[in-house]
């Protein structure tokens, strides 16, 4: 049997299973894979956070408009415009604190590394003859 579900509601479903693996990940996670996670997740124009305040955006200005033509109860579309609203907020309270998530993210440096050497040169600086 064909299966009739449009691509973009399969796509919303895949998301969210691809979200479910992720979080698995993340529970798995060492600090530093979990803070590389993160600060993917919460960036607030390209990470997970900022595109589904996007999204619920488009949902609530779809909503208005459906709303409007009376296909939808005004409520509807207001939950949505306060859920932009909080994830919008949540977003700006998370960057505040995106360097600190980053700055766990990069692997310090290897302490079997010795620290790097002077150059040495053919003559001492500030020797003349």
Known sequence: MTDLTSYPVRLAGN???LLDTLNEHLIQAT???AAQILATVLDGEDGVLGRMTGLMA?????????SMCDLLPPEVWLALGRAVNQLHDIGLDIDEHTNTISALATPPPRADTPPPRPAVSGTPA???R
């Open 31 to 33: 600090p530093q894979e």
């Open 126 to 128: 500030g020797r003349r």
């Open 15 to 17: 998301i969210a299973g």
């Open 58 to 66: 488009t949902g609530s200005r779809f909503a208005k408009n459906l």
